[in-house]
């Protein structure tokens, strides 16, 4: 199991690459230039509860609701990629995540991706 210590607050995590959840938030936090402090907060969970998330062991269910929205992903595939849920199928996965985005749209934002959805299918 591969692990990466982390280090821009002024705590270290043991963060465990090998987890599916761990490998998601911590390209997200990457993207960001999020410290852990920053990024705790901005998800709404506390810095200790961060680290455990991080260390790869399993996130309560409020945890993962509030990774869901902070990620932009589906709940049932934080759930998922947490352990809570069975295993989700990547196809499956990458369904449930167009749709929830495509929830959120505006109707307008809807209509334009419906059109290039058709365009980059040759209809």
Known sequence: ?????ITKSDSIFY????NGLVKLLNEELTKRN????????AIGISHPTLGIVL????????????LSKF???????ILSLAGLL?????????????????RQM?????RD??????????K
């Open 55 to 66: 260390s790869g062991e399993q996130p309560s269910f409020e945890t993962c609701q509030k």
């Open 106 to 110: 505006t109707p307008d934002q809807r």
């Open 15 to 18: 963060i465990d690459m090998g």
């Open 1 to 5: 199991m591969e692990h990466t210590v």
């Open 34 to 41: 999020l410290s852990n402090r920053d990024a705790a907060k």
């Open 86 to 102: 069975p295993k989700v199928p990547e196809a499956t996965a990458e369904e449930e995540q167009l749709l929830y985005l495509f």
């Open 71 to 77: 990620l932009r992903v589906p709940l049932v595939s």
């Open 113 to 122: 991706v419906l059109e290039y959805a058709d365009f980059k299918s040759g």
